[in-house]
């Protein structure tokens, strides 16, 4: 399984791989917005972990990019936020085809069960 | 042919035919050396200043420094003539005068008839001295009488003779009035202006011109009240500019219409001097002349009208000012208001920010510490490492929990949380929230269960109710004793009005009656030694209080309740 981790913190990236890599989950991380979007375009991956607090492009913009380019439905995004759930943009983000969301600070099983959801 | 009587030089004679007449007119003109008097009727004064010979003889007189005074009734037709009197003298109008004579200060003369600038036909002369004091004192009598010249010249060039009050009805009549009034204001002007369409009229008549004239040229106070708009408003305020500029007084304001009574809107206001007022009747407004649109008018000078008119000036324009103040206010409020938003939303946004930037730490600090506590992702630890491991856990997910609160109370403070409400079971709500937490009974063997009526549908946000009942439990669960023999109980009933209480009871340490009232304050803790013990914030139960609040229920401690704590809320039906 193949999963795209979309953070520009690299604390929290080397744990969530630690996490994911001992579940047998193949883990790539970028830690930059633009090059998170050319990776989620140019790659197939089960389930992208998309952070949305990062500086100048963050996630909210690459989640509207992929909303314009209408690539939602085909690409699982799961929303990794450390905003309260019931935050209006994050509602909106799940009622126009985010498949999920985990919130910051995440208990490993949390992490491990969203992303299994998603092995084929 | 000349008659008289003598004794010694003293005599009385009277004059006949052109010649004589002036000879002795002439000779009495120049005998006077300080002071002449003159009482005559209204044809004296085209011959006095219509004949060359006398006028030159009077302006002599005036020229020889003699004081002269004048009686005489001053009309319409000798206006100019008198004007030309008083040139050379003190002239006083009486009504009626008839006879004429003059008398300085030995001599007398009379004459009967004048005809208009001709030449006297008869005259009588005496030098005696009882006739000439006699007619002094006549004289004076006269004088005494009389007004001055000005307030006669005065009523007659400017046309208008009135009573203390007077009724007009010729709007020709009333336009003129109004101009001269204005015209002839010394102090103070104050006018009110019933519709837009009277200020245009009284525009095209030039009342405005007039008083801006009046308050620039002769310095007169002058204040008006007149509905406004864009317009009118900008004429008023570049003359009030040029006003101010130069140090004068004029203020017009608006006046509203819905703060003046009915009569005020039909009528225009004219006070002059406070002596004087002109209340003027429209008719019909939607006239552009004023002429087409004024019907009566009232003119007084008695005081209690120009009073009374005066107080409804003065109260309008009192409630200009208040209407001024109260827009000030308004506008202040409003800045204010704008700057609290600001505020709020500065607030708000900094303390989601602090939220966030308190929960990314605490992301790896979490998934190391679950992590390390299972072996298979980073190898098995010992025993001692297990337990620090574990109680760096547990203060980790209190931080969590703390970080949330403090989010959550500050969102119920601003209302801004969002319930999204739905009808819920509350039996499942109840049991599933027991399975949750029954993890944490097992440590002090507590006896966690529910007792209630089943399939009971309640309109509420489930997960915050499941907060709700959440807090409560944990907080039992915390005074519970130690050792066993804990027993928390979730109770459901039922109202004959289909709202429900919940009850959170337990057999623990129980609170103090005189505590239980601020218990649901911010960070009031019962005991601030055992609560730091036990763990808890002081957050819990207010923001339980917030959710219950929100639904429309109460929530509070339950006295009744012996040995232990009972927390009880209501969720009523229907909010």
């Known amino acids: ?120 | 042919m000349i008659y008289s009587r003598n004794s010694g030089s003293e005599k009385t004679e009277v004059s006949h035919g052109p010649e004589n007449t002036t000879k002795t007119v002439l000779e009495f003109l120049s005998n006077a050396r300080s002071a002449l008097d003159i009482c005559a009727d209204s044809s004296w004064p085209s011959v006095a200043m219509g004949v060359d010979v006398y006028r030159n003889a009077l302006r002599d007189v005036s020229v020889r420094g003699v004081k002269l005074r004048v009686v005489t009734e001053i009309t319409k037709d000798n206006l100019s003539y008198c004007k030309e009197v008083r040139k050379v003298g003190e002239l006083r109008h009486l009504d009626g005068v008839k006879g004429n004579f003059g008398v300085s200060e030995k001599e007398y003369t009379a004459s009967a008839t004048l005809e208009e600038a001709t030449l006297l036909q008869q005259v009588i002369y005496s030098n005696v001295k009882e006739i000439v004091e006699q007619q002094q004192y006549l004289f004076e009598g006269f004088w005494n009488r009389a007004i001055p010249a000005e307030t006669k010249i005065k009523e007659l060039e400017e046309g208008i003779i009135l009573g203390d009050t007077e009724v007009i009805q010729v709007p020709l009549k009333i336009q003129e009035l109004f101009i001269q009034l204005v015209k002839s204001a010394k102090e103070e002007i104050l006018l009110i202006l019933p519709t837009i369409n009277a200020f245009y009229r009284e525009e095209r008549l030039g009342i405005i011109r007039l008083l801006k004239e009046a308050t620039l040229e002769r310095n007169i106070d002058v204040r008006a009240l007149t509905p406004i708009n864009e317009v009118i408003e900008q004429k008023v305020w570049s003359m009030m500019a040029l006003a101010v500029d130069q140090g004068k007084n004029l203020d017009i304001r608006p006046v509203h219409m819905t703060s003046a009574g009915v009569t005020v809107t039909t009528v225009t206001i004219l006070v002059i001097d406070r002596k004087v007022s002109l209340v003027i009747e429209k008719i019909d407004d939607s006239k552009e002349d004023f002429i087409d649109a004024t019907g009566s008018a009232t003119y007084s000078n008695s005081k209690p009208t120009v009073l009374s008119y005066i107080s409804i000036f003065e109260s309008l324009w009192q409630q200009t000012e208040l209407y001024e103040h109260v827009k000030e206010s308004n506008e202040k409020l409003e800045k204010a208001n704008k700057y609290l938003l600001a505020t709020e939303r500065a607030k708000e946004e900094f303390i989601s920010m602090i939220s966030h930037e308190l929960k990314t730490p605490i992301v790896p600090l979490k998934g190391y510490a679950q992590m390390l506590l299972r072996p298979k992702f980073m190898g098995a630890v010992n025993e001692k490492q297990k337990k620090a491991i574990s109680s760096m856990l547990r203060n980790i997910e209190k931080l969590q929990t703390l970080v949330d609160d403090v989010m959550d109370v500050y969102k119920l403070d601003l209302g801004k949380i969002k319930f999204s409400k739905s009808y819920t079971d509350i039996g499942n709500l109840i049991n599933q929230t027991i399975a949750e937490l029954r993890p944490l009974t097992f440590a002090k063997q507590i006896d966690l269960s529910a007792e209630m009526i089943a399939n009971v549908q309640v309109h509420c946000d489930p997960d915050r109710i499941e907060q709700v009942l959440s807090n409560l439990i944990k907080n039992s669960i915390d005074f519970v004793p130690d050792k066993g023999g804990g027993k928390i109980t979730v109770r459901v009933e039922k109202d004959n009005t289909n709202n429900l209480t919940l009850t959170v009871e337990d057999n623990g340490i129980g609170i103090k009656p005189e505590k239980t009232d601020k218990l649901f304050q911010k960070f009031y803790q019962i005991d601030t030694g055992a609560t730091r013990r036990h763990g808890g914030t002081g957050l819990g139960l207010v923001i339980c209080r917030g959710i219950v609040d929100a639904h429309g229920g109460k929530i509070w401690v339950d006295k009744t309740h012996k040995n232990g704590t009972a927390i009880k809320f209501t969720l009523p039906e229907r909010q």
């Not at chain 1, 193949?2 to 929290?12: H, P, S």
């Not at chain 1, 389930?47 to 913009?61: I, T």
């Not at chain 1, 209006?88 to 985990?102: F, S, Y």
């Open chain 1, 1 to 120: 399984m193949k999963v795209l981790l979309i953070d520009d913190n690299k604390d929290i990236n080397e744990m969530v791989c630690l996490c994911l890599e001992t579940q047998d989950i193949t883990v790539k991380v970028v830690d930059e917005g633009r090059e998170g979007l050319r990776s989620i375009k140019e790659n197939h991956f089960d389930v992208v972990l998309l952070d949305l607090a990062m500086p100048g492009f963050s996630g909210f913009d690459i989640f509207k990019a992929l909303k314009d380019e209408d690539l939602l439905k085909s690409k699982n995004i799961v929303i990794f936020t450390a905003s309260s759930v019931t935050d209006n943009e994050v509602q909106e983000m799940l009622l126009t085809g985010a498949k999920g969301v985990l919130k910051k600070p995440i208990s490993i099983d949390d992490l491990i069960e969203t992303v299994e959801k998603f092995r084929q």
